[in-house]
Structures are given as C-alpha cells and as structure tokens.
Nanobody, 121 residues
C-alpha cells in the first residue's frame, strides 16, 4: 500500500516563505511525475507545480518565479519551496504522484491528505 505524507504547512505573513515536503512510502516499484495541487474554499483543485522523474518542471502561471518544485528520487520525496507568498496563495496543498506499486501493475494516481497554507498578516 502506497502512502503520501505531507509536512511543512502553516501560517505565514505576506512576503514570507514556506517549504512543503511530501514523502512516498510503502510498496513502490517506480515513481513517475510528482507534484503539488492546491484548493482554496469555493475553488476547484488546481495544479501548482510538477516535476518528472527526469527533473523537468511545470508551473502554474500564478506561481512562476516565486515557487520552486524539486525532488529527491533516493528519498521518494518531492518539495515545494514557496517564496514571496501572497494572501491568494492561501489554500490546502495536496501532494500527488504517479506510482507503479509492483512491477507489472498499472500506473496509480496517489494523493496526500493535504496541508493547510495560510498567508495572512
């Protein structure tokens, strides 16, 4: 069974920084793209940033230049460094990963439980 566990959320003032982490554990054969989504109250869940197994990254326009996504394949962990945070970044942030649990299985879509990020003075 695969689990994604996030950490690093919290309350920060506008202009501040936070770093989110998400580690995958359990039965894992291979991890493909890992990424972060967020959902604010009343809004749909949206992609924030993603990184492929080879290190190629993709960002939402609203976070380009402020957020950086990275991964440590040896630790099955993805990070999101968030700088110059704005009140509109307030949301629950979810980790996502495409994982094959056992060789021969299909690609599974896995989600973390979410971590709250609040940007407020």
């Amino acid at each position: 069974q695969v689990q994604l566990v996030e950490s690093g959320g919290g309350l920060v003032q506008p202009g501040g920084s936070l770093r989110l982490s998400c580690s995958a554990s359990g039965r894992i054969f291979r991890i493909y793209t890992m990424g972060w989504y967020r959902q604010a109250p009343g809004n749909e869940r949206e992609l924030v940033a993603s990184v492929t197994q080879g290190g190629s990254t993709n960002y939402a326009n609203s976070v380009k230049g402020r957020f950086t996504v990275s991964r440590d394949n040896a630790k099955n962990t993805v990070y999101l460094q968030m700088n110059v945070l704005k009140p509109e970044d307030t949301a629950v942030y979810y980790c996502n990963a495409g994982i094959i649990a056992t060789m021969g299985d299909g690609l599974g879509d896995y989600w973390g439980q979410g971590t709250q990020v609040t940007v407020s003075s």
